[in-house]
Each structure stands twice: as C-alpha cells, then as structure tokens.
C-alpha cells in the first residue's frame, strides 16, 4: 500500500509539471517594446549604421534595459521589429522573441523561458524520482531474475527491461537536473552560459546573479508552499530582471553620499534601471541607485559607443 501511494503521488506530480511545460505558451515582449509605425518606417528608410541606432536608442529610452550586442548596440529584432528585453532572445523554431529563453526542447515541443522554466524543472526533478523509485522498487525482483529466482515466465523479461530503462533514464534525468540546479543558482540561462550578457560597461557572466537565495526566488517565488508544485510563483514580469554589476556603470549617476570611489571595485546590487514593483524588493536590503538627469543621458549618448551598428541575435 505504501508502495502503491508513493508511486501514484511521483507519477501525479510527474504527470501535471510535464502538461504545465508542455502547454503554457511561451511569454512574448510586453507592447511597450514594439516599435512604433514611425519608428519602423524610420528604420526602413534610415541606411544601417549609427542613424538606426539613435532610433532605437530614442524608442529604447524609456524601456528597462541595459544589456546590448557584442559592438554595443541596441538589441533589436528585425522579424519580431520590437527592442529586446534583457535575458529575451528571438526562437527560430518558434519564430518570436522569447522572455528569459533558456532553449526550445524538443522533449516537450516548446519554448523553455520564463514562464514555464520552474515547470520544467519540476519536470525534471519528478521524473527523476519516479524513475529512480521504479529502479528501487524492482531492484530485488531484478536480481532474483539473475538468480534465478523468479519463476519462468515471459514476465521475468518485463521486470529486466524495465529496471533497466529507469536505471538509464535515472542517469541522463540526473546529469540535465543538476546541471539546472546549478544554472538557478548562478541565476543564468543555458543561453547566457554559452554567451555571457554584454552590459554598457562591459561583459559580465554573472551580471544577473543575486546570490543563491535571492537566484532561487526569483525562479520559485517567496511563498515556499509553492515551491514544489507545478504553479507559477516566480516573480517579475520576465522583461526586466536585477543585476549585479561588479564595475559600476558609467552612464549610471555618482554613487550615493559617503561611498568613495574605491568602493567601484566591490560588487554592488542596484537597478540599472528602475524595476518593476513585483521585483524590486529583492534589492531591498541593499544601496538603491538613481538614473542620470534626462538632459546629462542625452549627452553622453554616442560617446562611450562611437561607432555603433545594430546587429540581430537568434
């Protein structure tokens, strides 16, 4: 009975975070991040080149980001003709911007980012255990077959393939766990991993990492009783995300009074640019940072990136 109850309770939770990561709809860039009519036209007419850039930077202005391209430019989708939010990257399987991409698997036909990325690895953690308690549970049948000690039926044979299936599955569902398990603690993406995010300053591979907890909640959420069922509780909107910036930004204003300039080198928690409120208390416990005035950003545009070209990522 025990047996029987614990393998229906792996197999429901298996069942339900595999539906969720099957068949919640990748999130798209909010409208906020569309270009405009004008925008557009001004993009088709102006040639490439630092003209394009100055109308991506006036239509980006307003917009939380601060990553860019490898030159320094502007993220910009050409196919989806909006600005890329930070951690957003274009699927060319899906054809459209995908918030947080991790990768699209083909294991559950589907785009895995933001909003699914805790199912998936629910996913990964329940199948897991549901292989790994068949294993367990068919172990000592499994050897009696080699004894043998089970009687002769076609039946015997059902139990080896089955041991040994759960056995294989146990070992490739553990490596691709973990190795998850470590992406949520160094709060990357299997994307940034390969290419780390490129900030004005510079590039920075753990640009987005809070520390362990804080990386945690932000995918799982505050409220523990969530945690380990397959309902969405990560937190912010996917479009703009906290950073950890080990250099501080140069188009970001002076620090606040009292810090002096040797404390540049050691790591600080800030916004490059204002939060949304869903997210913005992760940084609570740390210095707050302010933008520069409009008319002080405006004349620094171009001269710390003198020679600008947009390039389109996928």
């Given at each position: 009975?025990?047996?029987?109850?614990?393998?229906?309770?792996?197999?429901?939770?298996?069942?339900?975070?595999?539906?969720?990561?099957?068949?919640?709809?990748?999130?798209?860039?909010?409208k906020?991040?569309?270009?405009?009519?004008?925008?557009?036209?001004?993009?088709?007419?102006?040639?490439r080149g630092e003209t394009?850039?100055?109308?991506?930077?006036?239509?980006?202005?307003?917009?939380?980001?601060?990553?860019?391209?490898?030159?320094?430019?502007?993220?910009?989708?050409?196919?989806?003709?909006?600005?890329?939010?930070?951690?957003?990257?274009?699927?060319?399987?899906?054809?459209?911007?995908?918030?947080?991409?991790d990768h699209h698997c083909p294991?559950?036909?589907?785009?895995?980012?933001?909003?699914?990325?805790?199912?998936?690895?629910?996913?990964?953690?329940?199948?897991?255990?549901?292989?790994?308690?068949?294993?367990?549970?068919?172990?000592?049948?499994?050897?009696?077959?080699?004894t043998n000690g089970l009687p002769d039926t076609q039946a015997k044979f059902h139990i080896m393939f089955l041991f040994f299936a759960a056995a294989m599955f146990s070992v490739s569902l553990s490596s691709l766990f973990g190795y998850h398990c470590w992406l949520v603690s160094k709060n990357k993406s299997t994307l940034e991993v390969f290419r780390a995010p490129i900030f004005r300053h510079r590039t920075d591979k753990n640009g987005f990492s809070l520390g362990f907890s804080k990386n945690l909640r932000q995918v799982f959420g505050d409220e523990k009783k969530y945690w380990l069922l397959p309902v969405f509780s990560s937190?912010?909107?996917?479009?703009?995300?906290?950073?950890?910036?080990?250099?501080?930004?140069?188009?970001?204003?002076?620090?606040?009074?009292?810090?002096?300039?040797a404390s540049k080198n050691e790591n600080h928690l800030f916004p490059a640019k204002p939060l949304r409120d869903s997210q913005s208390h992760l940084l609570t416990d740390t210095p707050s940072w302010s933008e520069t005035s409009a008319k002080a950003e405006k004349g620094k545009v171009g001269m710390s990136n003198p020679a600008l070209t947009m390039e389109n990522e996928t």
């Open positions: 009975v025990v047996c029987l109850v614990a393998y229906h309770i792996f197999f429901m939770l298996f069942i339900w975070s595999y539906w969720k990561t099957i068949f919640t709809l990748p999130m798209n860039p909010s906020e991040f569309h270009l405009s009519y004008s925008d557009k036209e001004s993009l088709e007419r102006e040639p394009q850039q100055e109308v991506l930077r006036r239509a980006a202005k307003d917009l939380p980001i601060y990553t860019r391209t490898m030159s320094g430019a502007i993220r910009y989708c050409d196919r989806c003709h909006l600005v890329k939010p930070d951690r957003c990257h274009h699927c060319s399987v899906c054809d459209k911007c995908i918030l947080k991409m294991w559950v036909n589907n785009c895995v980012g933001f909003s699914n990325y805790k199912f998936f690895l629910l996913f990964l953690a329940y199948s897991l255990l549901y292989c790994l308690f068949i294993a367990a549970t068919d172990l000592q049948y499994f050897i009696k077959f080699w937190l912010g909107d996917g479009c703009s995300f906290p950073t950890c910036l080990v250099n501080q930004d140069p188009e970001q204003a002076s620090t606040p009074g009292g810090l002096n300039s």
